[in-house]
């Protein structure tokens, strides 16, 4: 099974490319943004090092569908999906925030409460609730978004203190987010899930604030199966999900967490395939639809290349 861990393009009017940890992001002349991703996949802040077979595929397939059904909520910056792994859209000046929005106690933000944190990025949280327990509300803990290592939480006052966003920007990204997110959710029910948290990315475009990057995906957002979750959570039992998580627990247990000292186990072809199958089955159960696997003799890369040209050529003679 094939998978594109590297790109290195040279499109017509390309003025630079940012490697991120899954995605490369080509900037057209400014104007444009050419978002490939790829099949990369990351944990506890480090690539691992074997790509996952159709992982940059489900992704870049998930977001474009979510960025479609909620542009009537706020203006996003896809034009287009040429290839199954590429999206292009407008350059937005991106704010440095990443917008979180969680409506169950669980991650990151349950291992804080557990050990005895009562706000979170200045927002009060209520004595005696158990993991996995519903918010009255869901709550917004935003970060700084970070080039290299940790995202570090942030509240609302700091980030409008500190200068990263104006107040006014704030708010409407705020706003967003929540109308976003109930969106989300309401479409994850039809599917039998429960769309337990995500973050959003916003950037700014002549004068306006435009959703950004990837939504819904499983690498962005925690999804738990509705059927059940009742019993599960009166039981004090782990809840049966749909996230990247089962590969953080993975390396969990082979003694990994990117701490000093420790070394990254072996991703076998096999493990790699099997990631690849969970990767599968999280688009089918949240899109609702088959998968269909891009498979052809065509090398991943110069097949991605010439649909890209073909694209930019097509929007450059409008």
């Not at 059904?69 to 896809?78: A, E, L």
């Not at 409407?172 to 109308?179: A, F, L, Q, V």
């Not at 997110?181 to 948290?197: P, W, Y």
């Amino acid at each position: 099974m094939k998978a594109l861990t590297k790109t290195n393009f040279n499109f017509e009017g390309q003025k630079s490319v940012y490697h991120g940890k899954v995605r490369d992001v080509y900037n057209i002349n400014d104007n444009l943004m050419v978002m490939v991703a790829t099949d990369r996949i990351s944990a506890f802040d480090v690539v691992l090092p074997k790509g996952i077979p159709f992982k940059g595929q489900v992704l870049n397939q998930i977001a474009a569908k979510f960025l479609d059904v909620t542009s009537d909520i706020c203006p996003n910056w896809k034009l287009a999906t040429p290839d199954p792994m590429v999206t292009i859209g407008l350059k937005c000046e991106g704010f440095r925030v990443e917008m979180i929005i969680r409506s169950i106690l669980t991650g990151s933000a349950w291992r804080e409460y557990k050990n005895g944190c009562r706000e979170l990025c200045g927002v009060k949280l209520p004595d005696g609730m158990r993991e996995n327990e519903r918010f009255p509300e869901p709550i917004i803990t935003p970060t700084t978004k970070a080039d290299e290592g940790h995202d570090m939480n942030i509240s609302k006052e700091e980030i409008i203190a500190q200068g990263l966003v104006s107040k006014e920007d704030y708010e409407i990204m705020e706003n967003y987010t929540r109308k976003i997110f109930k969106r989300g959710q309401e479409i994850a029910a039809k599917r039998g899930l429960i769309l337990v948290d995500t973050k959003y990315e916003f950037g700014k475009r002549d004068g306006k604030v435009y959703l950004i990057d990837e939504i819904h995906t499983p690498d962005s957002s925690r999804y738990f199966y509705a059927d059940g979750y009742e019993e599960r959570f009166a039981n004090g039992e782990p809840q049966k999900q749909l996230s990247k998580e089962f590969v953080r627990q993975w390396l969990i247990k082979h003694n990994f967490m990117n701490e000093p000292g420790q070394t990254m186990p072996e991703i076998t072809d096999a493990y790699a395939e099997s990631v690849s199958e969970r990767y599968i089955e999280l688009y089918e159960h949240i899109v609702g639809e088959r998968f269909d696997r891009e498979t052809s003799d065509e090398d991943i890369a110069k097949r991605i290349e010439n649909n890209v040209s073909n694209w930019l050529k097509t929007f450059n003679n409008k």
